[in-house]
């Protein structure tokens, strides 16, 4: 069972950055798609980016973040990771990273593995 592991949540100020890790044990992640999820309070889990097995050439970006967020993979060291720049407020969230092994990316349902998240908190 892979279990998938985020980290480098915090608290930060309107305009900083901040750059999320997701690791996995046993099990190589650049056989997956993955993708990173962040869910606000009393909002539902929303779509945030995410990259294509293997090369990690393909990426994609909800609108939100486009231009200010850069999803990556690391393939030797087995992690994939989120820069998030110009952070806003609204980004304030609990942050997931997922593992997909087929289907479109943006939904949920396709990804079979999850991270137990990290917080981001934004302040104003």
């Known amino acids: 069972q892979m279990q998938l592991v985020e980290s480098g949540g915090g608290l930060v100020q309107a305009g900083g950055s901040l750059r999320l890790s997701c690791a996995a044990s046993e099990v190589t992640l650049n056989t997956y798609t993955i993708g990173w999820f962040r869910q606000a309070p009393e909002k539902d889990r929303e779509y945030v980016a995410a990259?294509?097995?293997?090369?990690?050439?393909?990426?994609e970006y909800a609108e939100s973040v486009k231009g200010r967020f850069t999803i990556s993979r690391d393939n030797v060291k087995n992690m994939v990771y989120l820069q998030m720049d110009s952070l806003k407020p609204e980004d304030t969230a609990v942050y997931y990273c997922?593992?997909?092994?087929?289907?479109?990316?943006?939904?949920?349902?396709?990804?079979?593995?999850w991270g137990q998240g990290t917080q981001v908190t934004v302040s104003s």
């Open positions: 997922a593992a997909s092994i087929g289907g479109t990316w943006r939904l949920d349902k396709n990804y079979s593995f």
């Open positions: 990259i294509n097995a293997m090369s990690g050439g393909l990426r």
